[in-house]
């Protein structure tokens, strides 16, 4: 087994291990391990963490904040802190473990047992990174080249726009692509 | 609108792997069976629009945006098993490359978002005229896999609790998700359809 195949699985096995953990204690130990296995990093891998998942925990505890008020002194809600406190810990967690592994798994090496798997996520990555670029151009250029604030009309438009043109460049990219794999013989042996 | 890892009990993400594995398996047979060597570029490529769809942005009243989840579109142009198995391949590179989502929450989210958002979008293209066909596949790739997740979250608080009686993943029922999750879900459906309709209009109404 290679080194990032056996990072992936031991990534895999630590989410799972994460998932079945209901000890607020020891996710948070959890978390401090990972924070703390970065080292001068922490600070960034920290704020990371909080900037992925912070919407999500201020919607659970807003939700509950809302519960409890409704609720009144009497409700249950106002017992649930502890099971927050988890659920927060434990969503920090499986975040800083993908943050803080995944960047060092290379995905090909990684899942190389597959041939066909491999190459569709290469194939996939290579184009979804440089259409992300492109999107982005497009973003900018919209902004430009519209003086006032982008309206839904003109934002639907441009959607639609951006929609049709990468869908075209899909079908257009998936036959050059073809065509480049046969040449190369590609096919001849796939698993 | 897809789940983040944490949010899903172990009790519905392992079942879920082995539906979505059985099921990833089979689109992948289908597909193959065309016999064309173009299907697995075709794939990855479709994948990384499918990634691009998802960023388009939407103004909606009150100063927020929202965006678009064109699944609606995706299996109106390729069909739902391509709708499938590309959105679950950006949920993979979005849980393993990108940091973005989970690989707990993968299988549900590719169930609820892929699957059911593609079948209902393949109904709602059954409408006529056409137009009106297109634009329910885009408001019914929005909106049904909106009331999926909500219905899936909301059945943790349901499915696992400690001593105390407090949930152990996701704490809300039913009676906060579905409205939570899918009113939202009916005005982004909108932004969907209209895209999905003046995408359609863009391509030259060729397909679907």
Known sequence: ?????????????????????????????GLVLVLASAGGRAG????????????????????WLGLAML?????????????????????????????????????????????????????????????????????????????RRVGPRTAVRHGAATAAWFLRRAEHDAGTLTQALEARGFFLDRD | MHIPDGFIAPQVYGPAYGVAGV???????????????SVMPRLAVVTAAAYVLMLVAIPLPGGTTAHITG?????????????????????????????????????????????GGGLAARAGLLLRPRAVGVFAAGWLGAAVPALLVALVLGWQPHLARDGAGQP?????????????????????????????????????RGTP
Do not use: K
């Not at chain 1, 960034?44 to 919607?59: F, I, Q």
């Not at chain 1, 800083?96 to 190459?119: H, I």
């Not at chain 2, 099921?23 to 060597?37: D, H, I, K, M």
């Not at chain 2, 709708?83 to 299988?107: C, E, K, N, R, Y």
């Open chain 1, 71 to 147: 609720a009144g002194p009497g409700g249950s809600e106002g017992a649930a802190g502890p099971a927050l406190a988890r659920l927060a810990l434990r969503v920090l967690l499986l975040a800083a473990l993908a943050f803080r592994v995944l960047p060092a798994v290379s995905l090909a090496r990684a899942l190389s047992f597959s041939r066909t798997l491999r190459y569709v996520l290469v194939l996939a990555m290579s184009q979804l990174l440089a259409f992300r670029r492109l999107f982005g151009d497009f973003r900018l250029a919209l902004t430009a080249r519209t003086p």
């Open chain 1, 44 to 63: 960034p891998l920290a704020w990371r963490v909080l900037r992925a998942t912070g919407p999500y925990l201020a919607a659970v505890a807003a939700g």
């Open chain 1, 1 to 29: 087994m290679n080194r990032d195949r056996a990072l992936l699985l031991g990534y895999l096995v630590a989410v799972v291990a994460a998932s079945l953990v209901h000890d607020a204690w020891l996710l948070a130990t």
């Open chain 2, 168 to 204: 152990l993943y996701f704490p809300f029922g039913w009676q906060l998700t579905v409205p939570a999750i899918v009113l939202p879900h009916l005005l982004v459906g909108i932004a969907d359809g209209a895209v999905a309709l003046a995408a359609w209009r863009a391509l030259g």
């Open chain 2, 71 to 115: 699944v609606g579109m995706l299996a109106a142009l390729f069909g739902a098993w391509q709708a499938f198995l590309s959105l679950s391949l950006v949920f993979l590179i979005q849980a393993l490359a990108l940091g973005d989502g989970g690989v707990t929450s993968l299988p549900v989210n590719a169930l609820c978002v892929g699957l």
């Open chain 2, 23 to 37: 099921l990833w398996a089979a689109g992948l047979r289908r597909l193959r069976r065309t016999l064309e060597p």
